[in-house]
């Protein structure tokens, strides 16, 4: 098995990711929470690396913003995703600095309870959210879809045009289009 990492306490065995439940209180509410570590073959150490660390902290503040009631990251991204937003453009919809919602969305940091309540108001109604848009100037930026009724009446608007034989212009007939093609000794479309 060449292709596990060495250990980093021994440096001769080779590791491999584990995880353990591992008890968790928070404000008084208790949970056990799937821990990563690896684990070495030959010294029998086990540690967290750099990834298992980020991942470790990642799993503790989900856990605490469920306790803190907050939205959790994915609810976040779910909401972004909603309104269609980058990360940058919620930024500049609703704060906390040009990196703050991959953060929130990764469950790096928690969110303020302000920023949250703001989330929660506009995951429940449009009209906020939009509001919120004009409120700081990025209309542009952000746009508003057409409304289903406008792009309803556009598709309605296409009316269905039929060649005459012999058309001057043969878009209109594929037939007649695809015979011009192979009278010109042109390569068909489906080779
Ligand atoms: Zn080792």
């Not at 440096?11 to 008084?28: C, L, M, P, S």
């Not at 990642?58 to 779910?78: C, H, P, S, W, Y």
């Not at 879809?145 to 209109?172: F, H, N, W």
Request: glycine share 6%; hydrophobic share 35%.
């Amino acid at each position: 098995m060449e292709n596990k990492a060495l250990c980093a306490i021994c440096g001769e065995g080779h590791v491999t990711a584990q995880t353990r439940e591992v008890e968790t209180e928070y404000k008084g509410t208790k949970a056990l929470l799937p821990m990563h570590y690896q684990l070495c073959d030959t010294c029998t150490s086990d540690y967290a690396g750099m990834a298992e660390s980020k991942l470790n902290k990642r799993i503790v503040m989900a856990f605490r913003k469920q306790v803190d009631g907050l939205l959790t990251g994915a609810e976040i991204t779910a909401l972004r995703k909603q309104y269609q937003l980058t990360q940058a453009q919620a930024a500049k919809l609703f704060g906390g600095g040009p990196v703050a919602f991959s953060k929130y969305e990764n469950d790096d940091v928690a969110q303020s309870e302000a920023m949250d309540t703001l989330l929660r108001l506009v995951r429940r109604s449009p009209a906020a959210f939009w509001a919120l848009v004009e409120e700081k100037g990025l209309q542009t930026e952000i746009a508003k879809p057409q409304s289903p009724l406008r792009s309803m009446s556009k598709v309605v608007s296409i009316t269905a045009v039929r060649a005459e034989v012999g058309s001057p212009d043969p878009s209109y007939n594929p037939r007649e289009f695809r015979r011009r093609s192979f009278s010109h000794g042109a390569v068909p479309c489906l080779q």
